[in-house]
């Protein structure tokens, strides 16, 4: 996932999960020429059927449709770009709202529920079960993240997790263990204190900025779980930004970014001054630490001067001492609701997340990386690490094809990414019922606290406020069965 997939909402602006929920008002009836869930599923389709699949088409997906056309020489498959889905589909949306939406699509995991909730999704229970699928077969998480009321609407497909990245050989120069990255935020201070490099009231190279990257405006996040923060209560009716924990979270990157940053604004400064460049500021030497995301373990190949290492073991608070940490943020295909095509469809939607599947992917994603190497005259061979599977036996697959022939370094990255597949908390639960609103309010909340609009306290109060009052929005449209 790079960065601008992750900026912040950049069509979210008026693009509420309220919103959303008002304008795909979809009848909660089975699906029409599908079979309800727990129902018996309809007949193979026949010779010559055409299925629209929205995803994206470049390269990687083309190499997934033409291998899945090979085994599959009765369906067709129409490819188009899905567009901006991240914090919610407006394009999707407005398409089954009105009955025209594609037989598969792919979608991302924090308005999952949201969806499944307004029937924009049509329930796979009795296909999953029929055809002899395994749940054990994926994570919990991914399961749990796209289920709703007990029923299952899609099948996992990826998922990439944050990831933390230390230089090692600005670790060798201050007497650190590059073998080793920080455990604790104590440990963060520490490495910090002895690789920051000061000229004067300068700083020429920087430990850690928590802020870092600046598109990545979801930090907080990441921050504030390795302190124990959650986001909503268990049945997703409340709020928590206004927690103790998220206090205390803000509170320390407030006092880490004047202790160890020269303040918010001169860091932020600093890093505006790598905008629309090719090299960051971590590929550059200017920061030593990164807490970044797992899809750079490839990125920072292309720059063999570099010598990174990192884990996807995030440092955490005294609170969380010992406990492994990590998000992810993650992708699932789904089927909808109205299409009279659910068996090629689903015949799609099994072979997109197979072994078979991300083979193809792969294979292309390969090729391609070798092509970049070769254009950019890189020495060494071409590193191609994409985010792993989440269905168990496609992951093992791409383990043994294309992670297991990584260089040493890149490939105990990509197991210790592979470890976190398991037990790394998802976007789906963590954006709950009201996503793009709490995104919109951890970015803002961020903001004012760091250029002293106001303390963290009261600026997490305020964002904890805005939630609520889209949730309790949402769930007044659910529990009187108007969604």
């Known amino acids: 996932m790079d960065v601008s997939r992750r900026a912040f909402l950049r069509h979210a602006a008026g693009l509420t999960g309220v919103a959303l929920l008002g304008a795909a008002c979809v009848p909660a009836a089975a699906p029409s020429g599908g079979a309800a869930a727990g129902d018996e599923a309809q007949p193979a389709a026949s010779s ?60 991302n995991r924090h308005t999952f529920h949201q969806f499944a909730a307004r029937k924009l999704y049509r329930p796979i229970d009795d296909l999953f079960e029929r055809d002899g699928m395994a749940r054990e077969d994926f994570p919990a998480t991914q399961l749990d ?13 990826v998922v990439d997790t944050r990831f933390f990245y230390w230089n090692r050989r600005h670790f060798e120069e201050v007497g650190l263990d590059p073998d080793v990255g920080p455990a604790s935020w104590d440990d963060l201070i520490a490495f910090t204190e002895k ?5 004067g009231d300068e700083i020429e190279r920087y430990g850690l900025i928590p802020g870092f990257p600046p598109g990545l405006r979801d930090q907080l996040l990441i921050f504030a ?30 006092s880490f970014y004047a202790n160890y940053c020269g303040g918010f604004g001169l860091s932020s400064g600093a890093l505006q001054g790598f905008a629309g460049q090719a090299q960051d500021a971590f590929v550059q030497n200017m920061v030593s630490m990164s807490s970044y995301g797992s899809w750079m373990i490839s990125a920072y190949a292309a720059f063999p001067d570099l ?29 909808d609701p109205n299409t009279d095509k659910v068996e090629p469809a689903w015949t799609f939607v099994k072979f997109a997340i197979s072994p078979e599947g991300f083979e193809a992917r792969g294979t292309q994603g390969i ?74 309010a951890m970015a803002e909340s961020w903001e004012f606290a760091l250029t002293d609009q106001a303390t963290p306290e009261a600026a997490l109060t305020q964002a904890a406020s805005d939630v609520q009052k889209a949730l309790d929005t949402f769930w007044e449209q659910v529990d009187s069965g108007s969604a």
């Open 307 to 335: 010598d990174y290492d990192g884990t996807a073991i995030m440092p955490v608070s005294a609170r969380m001492e010992g406990q492994n940490i990590n998000w992810a943020c993650d992708w699932s295909f789904v089927i």
């Open 145 to 157: 993240e796209v289920s709703w009321e007990g029923a299952l609407y899609g099948l996992p497909y």
């Open 48 to 107: 010559g059927t055409s299925i629209n699949v929205w995803w994206a088409t470049g390269p990687e997906m083309q190499g997934v449709i033409s291998a899945f056309q090979d085994a599959n020489p009765d369906i067709k498959v129409e490819l188009a770009e899905l567009g901006e889905a991240v914090y919610g589909n407006p394009k999707y949306v407005t398409a089954v709202a009105a009955g025209t939406g594609p037989d598969v699509a792919y979608q």
């Open 195 to 199: 690789l920051i490099v000061r000229n």
């Open 225 to 254: 779980i390795e302190n124990g923060a959650r986001t909503y209560t268990e049945d997703f009716r409340t709020c928590l930004l206004a927690d103790p924990e998220w206090v205390e979270t803000l509170e320390w990157i407030k």
């Open 367 to 440: 090729a391609l990386a070798k092509q970049d190497w070769e254009r950019q005259q890189l020495p060494g061979e071409p590193i191609y690490a994409p985010p792993p599977p989440a269905y168990r036996p496609a992951r093992e697959h791409m383990q043994e094809l294309f992670y297991s022939q990584l260089p040493d370094r890149q490939r105990k990255m990509k197991e210790s990414e592979l470890d976190a597949v398991a037990w790394a908390q998802g976007c789906g639960n963590l954006g709950g019922m009201a996503a793009s609103e709490i995104w919109t």
